[in-house]
């Protein structure tokens, strides 16, 4: 099994930046696809990126892309989330998930099977 366990949200004003980290314990990390979620007031989670095991196959919501950048550390069993050009609608719940099934090659948007908390972001404007 893997826990993860966010970090990184805040308060941050339209514009600015930031990078959620998301850390794994478990020893195959690097063999599973990451992705983060976010869940604003009154709406349903949603899929904001994803990376596959080596990092060759990344996906995002239209709504990011341009602006959101995931990636990975395998030695470091953690998955990043930059988030750039911050908009009041990003404003959510941010949680980092793992697919189980090892090694991947194309990004599911659905079907994950391990979360983490979740971390707030608060983007004002």
Do not use: H
Not at 77 to 85: G, H
Not at 110 to 115: E, L, T, V
């Amino acid at each position: 099994q893997v826990q993860l366990v966010e970090s990184g949200g805040g308060l941050v004003q339209a514009g600015d930046s930031l990078r959620l980290s998301c850390a794994a314990s478990g020893r195959t990390f690097d063999r599973y696809t990451m992705a983060w979620f976010r869940q604003a007031p009154g709406k349903e989670r949603e899929f904001v990126a994803g990376i596959n095991w080596s990092g060759s196959s990344v996906s995002y919501a239209d709504s990011v892309k341009g602006r959101f950048t995931i990636s990975r550390d395998n030695a470091k069993k953690t998955v990043y989330l930059q988030m750039n050009s911050l908009k009041a609608e990003d404003t959510a719940v941010y949680f980092c998930a793992a697919d189980l099934t090892p090694w991947r090659t194309v990004v599911p948007s659905a079907g994950y099977d391990a979360w983490g908390q979740g971390t707030q972001v608060t983007v004002s404007s």
